[in-house]
């Protein structure tokens, strides 16, 4: 009888050392490589390939356009009804499209840069998030686990249960490799786009503090991105270019066949525009329904925060346990991370919207600086 009252205080000493251990997260990043989301824009542009083209491109374009310019400075004896001269004609036409395209290919260039710097940068700052609760979720069902461990020995807790708690930790281990997976498949998203090595490991250093994006009416957002859309004027371009062989005699080309890619890129570009406008529209709703999310999100780290001071008021007093505040302390870091990711998301829609309507991709009033998310200490 003895033996069993040593163990069940046994029991509550290791219950009482337990919950004092506090909620902290595991260094899983390098603490010597920070990276704002400013820096990883900044090396995105001096790294990526992809401005470097689009200004080759331009170039390219102009020198063809030139050249085919070159042709067209004299006319033939036969007059311009020479089919292969209305050939040079139309050559010339469509390398001035083409230049022209190619310029607003190089102007979007960057922005399509920063859309996907910023997209990435959001996603690995919500899975570092989620990986760092998971672990914390796992590290206290251990805890409960090696106090479960004592209860069963002395027949205070029933051999199913306690197997039941096992097959819990398994799932919650499951779960956290799968969070460290998606992390760590962000962070290699950053070294592509980056061109850094396998073996960089940054500190993300910014979070998003976006909580609402202001917009036109429905209706000018839509007539902005229509005007705005790559892939519309793209699909414009090409349209011009098939126009452009209408009035000429182009050899080897029948006025059939010339029809018939005439009304293929007529309809490639009215799919174009539908197809923008739909995807502004649902993402004009789906901003809408983010920052809803957010305002949500902030009134459950309010009422956490709360939670937490009474917490600490109680245990002050020796009203509750050292479990007891943990317990508040790590609902707050939740509803924190929640929030956190619920600015992550919006973040990442705008600027898919604003890449979408020709406008400002990034802002760094959306950002700042801040230390990775740490539960605090009880004390």
């Given at each position: 009888?003895?033996?069993?009252?040593?163990?069940?205080?046994?029991?509550?000493?290791?219950?009482?050392?337990?919950?004092?251990?506090?909620?902290?997260?595991?260094?899983?990043?390098?603490?010597?490589?920070?990276?704002?989301?400013?820096?990883?824009?900044?090396?995105?542009?001096?790294?990526?390939?992809?401005?470097?083209?689009?200004?080759?491109?331009?170039?390219?374009?102009?020198?063809?356009?030139?050249?085919?310019?070159?042709?067209?400075?004299?006319?033939?004896?036969?007059?311009?009804?020479?089919?292969?001269?209305?050939?040079?004609?139309?050559?010339?036409?469509?390398?001035?499209?083409?230049?022209?395209?190619?310029?607003?290919?190089?102007?979007?260039?960057?922005?399509?840069?920063?859309?996907?710097?910023?997209?990435?940068?959001?996603?690995?700052?919500?899975?570092?998030?989620?990986?760092?609760?998971?672990?914390?979720?796992?590290?206290?069902?251990?805890?409960?686990?090696?106090?479960?461990?004592?209860?069963?020995?002395?027949?205070?807790?029933?051999?199913?249960?306690?197997?039941?708690?096992?097959?819990?930790?398994?799932?919650?281990?499951?779960?956290?490799?799968?969070?460290?997976?998606?992390?760590?498949?962000?962070?290699?998203?950053?070294?592509?786009?980056?061109?850094?090595?396998?073996?960089?490991?940054?500190?993300?250093?910014?979070?998003?503090?976006?909580?609402?994006?202001?917009?036109?009416?429905?209706?000018?957002?839509?007539?902005?991105?229509?005007?705005?859309?790559?892939?519309?004027?793209?699909?414009?371009?090409?349209?011009?270019?098939?126009?452009?062989?209408?009035?000429?005699?182009?050899?080897?080309?029948?006025?059939?066949?010339?029809?018939?890619?005439?009304?293929?890129?007529?309809?490639?570009?009215?799919?174009?525009?539908?197809?923008?406008?739909?995807?502004?529209?649902?993402?004009?709703?789906?901003?809408?329904?983010?920052?809803?999310?957010?305002?949500?999100?902030?009134?459950?780290?309010?009422?956490?925060?709360?939670?937490?001071?009474?917490?600490?008021?109680?245990?002050?007093?020796?009203?509750?346990?050292?479990?007891?505040?943990?317990?508040?302390?790590?609902?707050?870091?939740?509803a924190r991370i929640n929030l956190e990711n619920a600015r992550a998301g919006l973040a990442q829609y705008k600027a898919q919207y604003?890449?979408?309507?020709?406008?400002?991709?990034?802002?760094?009033?959306?950002?700042?600086?801040?230390?990775?998310?740490?539960?605090?200490?009880?004390?």
């Amino acid at each position: 009888m003895k033996f069993k009252k040593y163990i069940l205080t046994s029991i509550l000493c290791l219950g009482l050392v337990l919950s004092s251990v506090s909620y902290s997260y595991a260094a899983a990043i390098s603490p010597n490589n920070p990276l704002s989301i400013e820096q990883a824009l900044d090396k995105a542009y001096k790294t990526n390939p992809d401005l470097r083209k689009a200004s080759l491109s331009v170039k390219k374009a102009e020198i063809i356009r030139d050249d085919a310019a070159e042709m067209v400075t004299w006319i033939p004896t036969g007059g311009m009804v020479v089919p292969a001269y209305q050939q040079i004609m139309n050559g010339y036409e469509q390398a001035e499209i083409g230049y022209q395209t190619a310029k607003k290919a190089e102007r979007t260039a960057q922005d399509g840069i920063t859309y996907n710097v910023v997209n990435a940068y959001c996603a690995a700052v919500t899975n570092y998030n989620n990986m760092e609760i998971a672990r914390v979720k796992l590290d206290d069902a251990k805890r409960q686990l090696t106090m479960s461990s004592v209860a069963r020995a002395v027949g205070t807790l029933a051999e199913f249960e306690y197997d039941k708690a096992k097959i819990g930790i398994k799932q919650l281990e499951e779960a956290y490799e799968l969070n460290k997976a998606q992390y760590e498949g962000s962070i290699s998203n950053l070294r592509s786009l980056l061109n850094e090595s396998k073996s960089w490991q940054p500190d993300l250093s910014s979070r998003p503090i976006l909580a609402q994006y202001k917009r036109n009416e429905l209706s000018m957002e839509v007539s902005r991105g229509l005007s705005e859309s790559r892939d519309v004027w793209s699909a414009e371009a090409q349209l011009k270019v098939e126009e452009s062989q209408q009035p000429w005699v182009i050899p080897g080309l029948s006025s059939k066949m010339q029809n018939i890619n005439l009304e293929l890129a007529q309809v490639d570009y009215e799919k174009s525009k539908r197809d923008t406008r739909a995807a502004i529209e649902q993402l004009y709703y789906m901003l809408d329904a983010m920052e809803g999310q957010i305002a949500v999100a902030e009134k459950a780290y309010e009422t956490t925060v709360k939670d937490v001071k009474m917490a600490e008021l109680k245990y002050d007093l020796g009203l509750i346990a050292k479990i007891q505040l943990s317990s508040a302390q790590v609902a707050e870091q939740n509803a924190r991370i929640n929030l956190e990711n619920a600015r992550a998301g919006l973040a990442q829609y705008k600027a898919q919207y604003a890449l979408l309507t020709g406008q400002q991709v990034y802002s760094a009033d959306d950002w700042n600086d801040a230390t990775p998310v740490e539960t605090p200490n009880v004390k």
